[in-house]
């Protein structure tokens, strides 16, 4: 299902910091560039991490301790009940080469910094809706 097109708006840099949580820092990036609608990318490090893993109608957590490497840090950013919603999948690296990917959930701690790439996409308006059969919050368009 096509929820609808946007040409590319904005790209927002910032630079996350030690302690900060991961996900509340996307979170705040996003609010205060104003971007409701887009994507983003992310890489760094982090002290530890907590991945949810999507099960029986509810995430169960998966923790790592690090120090850790973010391979990858992939999501978009929607409004969810008129609160803007980060929704990402992360995969972190321990010292050894071992990846654990997953949900991003609050709890995945920032080390020496992450380096935060966020792209508006001015021209949809992204939602969030609660779908009764997958009980997920799944994203639609107000198109």
Partial sequence: MKLGESKLGRTVFARLTEDEDLLEA?????KHAGIDAGFFIL???LKEA?????????????????????VSCIGNISVKEQEIL???????ANDKG???G?????????SLTGELTLVET?????????????RLHLLASDE
């Fill in 122 to 134: 001015p021209d949809i308006r992204l939602r969030r809706r609660f779908d009764e059969v997958t």
């Fill in 98 to 100: 071992e990846v654990f």
């Fill in 26 to 30: 996307i979170t705040s990036q996003a």
């Fill in 50 to 70: 907590k991945l949810g893993f999507y099960r029986h109608g509810r995430y169960e957590a998966i923790e790592v301790e690090g120090p850790l490497e973010i």
């Fill in 102 to 110: 997953g949900h991003l959930l609050s709890g995945c701690t920032v």
């Fill in 43 to 45: 890489i760094g490090t």
């Fill in 86 to 92: 980060v929704h990402a999948h992360i995969s972190v």
